[in-house]
């Protein structure tokens, strides 16, 4: 079926970098984007931005501008978010989901989540 | 920027109507999501564009939208509809996701 599949936990150090995968199966996965979201322990749903899976465009939520990259590997179906310069409070979940583009019929809904990526940041 | 306001917690006896509403401003010219998350996994899609639903998803649950304030009604209230229950929609201004802050439901 339709799934997202991401990388296992991880633990890193504050100042290190966490590089987090998303695996997409059985549609077509330049057909929509990849979006990032991550959850803070007890918190809400944060968004942290999305990669245009065709063309490799990004759009990030301010908060994260200079601190994170998205990139895709288009020939393995695989989206990667990478967050630099972690702080403590970069512990969350990070979710991968696929959102509608203007030609899918489902712009702007996030119907397909990933199981989600635990990142504890701990000295 | 655009917010969306949940009440933070909605609680029902089995067996009854839940109703989880999500303000905002001119709310019913947006396209509304819902989205369910039990403890410990990922959220799911349970309503899009305010009243269509995914396959798979129970006609238990339903979903309307009028002037500012969008409802997601889950009828016959069962157990395992117990989760956070999150709006969402896209803010075309921004050209980004908007969330609100999630509605715990608690079956009694």
């Known amino acids: 079926q339709v799934q997202l599949v991401q990388t296992g936990a991880e633990v890193k150090k504050p100042g290190a970098s966490v590089k987090v995968s998303c695996r997409a199966s059985?549609?077509?996965?330049?057909?929509?984007?990849i979006n990032w979201v991550r959850q803070a322990p007890g918190q809400g749903l944060e968004w942290v931005g999305r990669?245009?899976?065709?063309?490799?465009?990004?759009n990030f939520a301010q908060k994260f501008q200079g601190r994170v990259s998205m990139t895709r590997d288009t020939s393995i179906s695989t989206a990667y978010m990478e967050l630099r310069s972690l702080h403590s409070d970069d512990t969350a979940v990070y979710f991968c989901?696929?959102?509608?583009?203007?030609?899918?019929?489902?712009?702007?809904?996030?119907?397909?989540w990933g199981q989600g990526t635990m990142v504890t940041v701990s000295s | 920027s655009y917010v969306l306001t949940q009440p933070p917690s909605v609680s029902v006896a089995p067996g009854q109507t839940a109703r989880i509403s999500c303000g905002g401003n001119d709310i019913d010219t947006e396209d509304v999501s819902w989205l369910q998350q039990r403890p410990g996994q990922a959220p799911v899609l349970v309503m899009y564009y305010a009243q269509d639903r995914p396959s798979g998803i129970p006609e238990r649950f339903s979903g309307s939208n009028s002037g500012n304030t969008a409802t997601l009604s889950i009828s016959s209230v069962e157990a395992g509809d117990e989760a956070d229950y999150y709006c969402?929609?896209?803010?075309?201004?921004?050209?980004?996701?908007?969330f609100g802050g999630g509605t715990k439901l608690t079956v009694l």
């Open positions: 990669i245009n899976t065709y063309n490799g465009d990004t």
């Open positions: 059985e549609y077509t996965f330049t057909a929509y984007f």
């Open positions: 989901a696929r959102v509608g583009g203007d030609n899918s019929g489902t712009y702007g809904v996030f119907d397909i």
């Open positions: 969402q929609v896209w803010d075309a201004n921004s050209d980004r996701p908007v």
